[in-house]
């Protein structure tokens, strides 16, 4: 059920930054072709853009972290014992959620301090830029709070938030190295 719905989410994000994506890119070829073509523009469209840009990078941070996609060292990781691997995913999850603590401070503090600012073109508030970083630090911290109830209460296994597949390579390619190297 909780699944489903964090799947849905994420349906709906990569609908929106889909459709933002290609916003952008329309905003941006068009201000450019008049540019160049018309010796005009379109102000609001690089502020929007820039914008647009922001809010997509911080949405599909939010998605890979419930893919678990982010850049990851597992070779380490691959060559412990089973509780020495998930000693190790504990304390990421847990220096993850501290950086993720400061992001949304950071980030609520930035959005209280500029909710009067107008942004110079659009004259919307300042406030929507930061709080895409809001946005993300709470998505992304509830999820890294499943995923680390999930691993202490035993619901997930280590190999599940371990990516694995590389590492493993990684580890047969050195050991096969160090197997015909002389001595």
Known sequence: MLNALIDRCCRWINLFIAVALAVMVVM???NVVLRYGFNSGISVSEEISRWLFVWITFLGAIVAVKENGHLGTDIFLMKLPPNGQRLCLV????????CTWLLFSGALAQARINWDVEAPVTGASVAIFYASGVVFAAASGLLLLLNLWRLLSGHIRNEQLVRGAGAQEAISSVQGDQAHTPK
């Open 91 to 98: 304390v990421s999850h847990g220096l993850m959620l501290f």
């Open 28 to 30: 941006v070829f068009g």
